[in-house]
């Protein structure tokens, strides 16, 4: 997959950015550059205020991806932007519970409802 290794799904809903993660397994340290380093691109080259990063197809998350995460979340923060994360799994918001990231990150149920009142 050498073409950009495109990690992300980038869909435009009006002028909220939806980013859906391609891979199921987000482990590997390479990819999560690569994810890392896209999600910053929205924010600092293409200007993006309202993001949504849709887990739908994402099983297994790494630490190291929450930590991308929380920049990514950091980064829309200064940039006077809002970020909020969509269908993830039990067992993956298990994790974002345990480690309190679900009162860093603003995470709904599903699309829609990440969606609403954005």
Avoid: H, W
Avoid at 39 to 58: C, P
Avoid at 64 to 75: F, N, P, S, V, Y
Avoid at 82 to 106: G, H, M, Q, S
């Amino acid at each position: 997959m050498s073409a950009g290794q495109r990690r992300l799904d980038i869909e435009q809903i009006g002028d909220v950015t939806v980013a859906k993660f391609v891979d199921k397994k987000i482990l590997d340290e390479n990819n999560i550059q690569v994810i890392g380093n896209q999600l910053f691109g929205l924010v600092e080259e293409d200007g993006r205020k309202k993001i949504i990063l849709d887990f739908s197809n994402v099983e297994y998350l790494s630490s190291a991806a929450l930590g991308k995460l929380i920049t990514m979340d950091k980064k829309v923060k200064s940039a006077g932007g809002k970020l909020r994360l969509c269908t993830i799994r039990p067992d993956i918001y298990e994790v974002f519970a345990i480690t309190r990231l679900n009162k860093l990150f603003d995470i709904r149920d599903d699309q829609q409802a990440a969606l609403a009142g954005f």
